[in-house]
Each structure stands twice: as structure tokens, then as C-alpha cells.
């Protein structure tokens, strides 16, 4: 699951939509109990929605939901499971975070949690070079999903690839190659975009030296990548992919840190920044954040004031006014307004109250 299948979930609107999460397990024996935990929520669900409509006109939803619910690979569950049902759409994730046993039926759909789990959780997007084929993987710590939707898993069809070089005098065949190899990066590099652009993560770029460098000269995301993997991987497991480029991505994102609280002090200097989470509540709202710095752990329940621009430290995170976490809503925020969002670890930035964005302007 990523940002852009979140986006297609808060769209749907209409009674009735039902959300079911629940944590789910990798390994025996507590694996074993999903599919009862997953029946259990099923039938909970029905019950509810029976109790405002007629069977008659929930019985297609009923048996969406019920198909949904058979089709699970329990073979492939990971930390956490989510399901999503309506009468148009049947979608199931298995994520890799641990999610609340919940079961809702309203007229929208509970991605709260999903966005929480994404918005604490180091991810990235991976992309592995290859003629047959070049994979693209949403990643999440040392865990890979594999894309099989725009265009990807995407194989080298042309010239060189799929097909013979061809033959007769004066080709010379590694030009030829070569230039066909460039123009299958580029499609790569074009299918790679609409996936950046809807969930703008770092991305590690794994292949051979040759792929590497010519993904390089016609890419137009190196912005984006944060580090590269040279090897041949294009039959390595996701299990195993995601170990090795893991530890490289720990490295790196540890580098980004350093390099951020730097960028930090520049801006402190030049007065294009803003601490507090009052403060950063605010520039964050109005648009303004550019990169937003935020310790891992910090969690800030509050409520706004009579003018609601000024948040007021909240005693009772459960009292109906209070927003129970305004460190998600600010990272939400920044997010959907083409800001980025950078974890720090525990303490380091103590000096500016645990919260600090860098400005725009």
C-alpha cells in the first residue's frame, strides 16, 4: 500500500463502506489464529450492517466482502492486514506494521491508522534494473512489495532485449544495443513517475554497472535517489533484496539526518525556519513548510483556540475536542502541500522542542 492507493480510499464516499484491520502474525503458531480472528471481524461486520439495512440491499457488499475475505494468502500476511469493502471496490493489504483490530461500517472508509502507520515507518521505493524485467518495490524497513500495475513489472522487448540484435554490414551491434537499452530506462524512468509523484519517497536503484549508468544519464528523478545497489538481481526474492538494500538505506538515511540538521542551521540563519509546534502548526497550514523535521516518538495531543490558529496543550486526549496526535496532522499537511518530511532520532531536536520546519519563504 502507498499514498496513492490511500488517496483512492478517501474518495469513496456512501453508505455503507467497511473497513476491517487487524494485526496479523509471519510465522506459526500465532499465525494460525488469523483466518479465525479474520472470520470473527467478517461476521461482526455483517451483523452491524444488517442492523441498519435490509439483507436484500446489502446482499452484493455481503458476498464482496465474504469473497474478499476467502481470497486472503495467509501464507503472505505480514504485520498487519486491512480490507476494504463497498459495493464497487474489495481491496485487501498486508501491510508491515502492526494496525488495531477494528471494524467500521460508515460512509467513508478509516485510513487514519493506515496514514499513521505510513507516516511513522521508514519507507522508500526500490527499483531493480533488469532486461527481464525491472521491478519496482514499495518498501518498508527490510520488507518488499512488489508493483504490478503502470506498467511494471516492465520487460525489455525491443532489439538487444526480447529480441536478436540485428545482423549485416556495418552495424555495430554495441552502439545499437546500447541506444536500445537507453530508450527501455527512459520507459522505465517515464512508468517510474506517476509513483514518485503520488507518494514522493526516497528511491534505491539496484543493477548492473551498465544499467546503472544508463538509467543515470536519462533519468530525470536522481533528486530522488538516495542510494544505488550494484549487482544482479533480477531473480533475487524480495526477502532477500529487501535485507541487502536495507542496510544501505539505515546508512543513508542516518547521512540525511546529519545533512538536514545542517540545512536546519542554515535556514535558522537565514530566518526561514520556525520552532514549536504552534509555530510550525501554523507555517505548515499557510503552506509555507518546505522540509519538515520531526523526532520519530513525538506525539502532541491538543486542541485549537477560539480563533483556531493557536494550538492549546490538551489534558484528556480522549475529550471530543481534542486532536488526539497534531504531529500526524502537521506531517499530513506538509505532505499534501508538496512539502517532505524527515524523522530524527530521539533528542535530536531537543533545542527546538522536539519539532522544527524549515520555510519556503
Known amino acids: 500500500m502507498n499514498r496513492h492507493d490511500i488517496n483512492l480510499l478517501q474518495q469513496v464516499k456512501g453508505y455503507p ?14 499465525k494460525r489464529q488469523d483466518p479465525i480472528r479474520v472470520k470473527n471481524l467478517v461476521k461482526q461486520a455483517a451483523e452491524r450492517l444488517l442492523m441498519h439495512r435490509n439483507k436484500r440491499e446489502v446482499e452484493a457488499v455481503l458476498i464482496r466482502l465474504q469473497e474478499l475475505a476467502e481470497s486472503i494468502d ?16 474489495a481491496r485487501a493489504f498486508y501491510l508491515p506494521f502492526p494496525l488495531k483490530e477494528r471494524v467500521v461500517v460508515d460512509e467513508t472508509f478509516l485510513t487514519r491508522d493506515l496514514v499513521f502507520a505510513m507516516n511513522r515507518t521508514p519507507r522508500y521505493w526500490v527499483l531493480a534494473l533488469s532486461e527481464k524485467p525491472t521491478r519496482l518495490f514499495e518498501a518498508t524497513a527490510d520488507v518488499l512489495i512488489e508493483i504490478r500495475e503502470g506498467g511494471f513489472p516492465m ?12 545482423g549485416g554490414f556495418g552495424i555495430r551491434k554495441s552502439a545499437y544495443r546500447d541506444e536500445r537499452h537507453r530508450q527501455f530506462f527512459r520507459q522505465v524512468d517515464a512508468a517510474l513517475k506517476p509513483f514518485l509523484a503520488n507518494d514522493p519517497l526516497p528511491l534505491v536503484v539496484v543493477g548492473v554497472e551498465r544499467f546503472l549508468a544508463f538509467f543515470n544519464e536519462v533519468t530525470t528523478h536522481k533528486d530522488s535517489i538516495l542510494t544505488t545497489v550494484t549487482g544482479s538481481h533480477a531473480k533475487t526474492s524480495p526477502h532477500k533484496l529487501g535485507q541487502l538494500v536495507w542496510d544501505l538505506v539505515k546508512v543513508n538515511l542516518a547521512e540525511q539526518r546529519r545533512l538536514t540538521l545542517l540545512e536546519l542551521e542554515k535556514a535558522i540563519r537565514e530566518r526561514k525556519s520556525a520552532a514549536t ?4 502548526w501554523r507555517m505548515a497550514n499557510e503552506g509555507r513548510g518546505r522540509l519538515l523535521l520531526v523526532e520519530e516518538d513525538f506525539h502532541f495531543p491538543a486542541r485549537l483556540d477560539e480563533s483556531g ?16 496526535d497534531v504531529v500526524d496532522e502537521i506531517i499530513e499537511t506538509v505532505l499534501s ?25
Open 17 to 30: 463502506a467497511i473497513t476491517i484491520t487487524l494485526p496479523t502474525h509471519r510465522s506459526a503458531p500465532q
Open 74 to 89: 495467509y501464507r503472505n500476511t505480514l504485520d498487519g492486514l486491512a480490507m476494504y469493502v463497498n459495493a464497487d471496490l
Open 155 to 166: 520487460i525489455h522487448q525491443g532489439p538487444g532485449g526480447a529480441e536478436p540484435l540485428p
Open 277 to 280: 509546534i504552534d509555530e510550525v
Open 309 to 324: 490558529n493557536h494550538l492549546i496543550p490538551a489534558e484528556d486526549p480522549a475529550a471530543p475536542d481534542v486532536i488526539d
Open 337 to 361: 502541500k508538496q512539502g517532505q518530511v524527515v524523522f530524527m532520532d530521539h533528542a535530536q531536536l531537543e533545542a527546538y522542542q522536539r519539532i522544527a520546519l524549515i520555510l519556503r519563504y
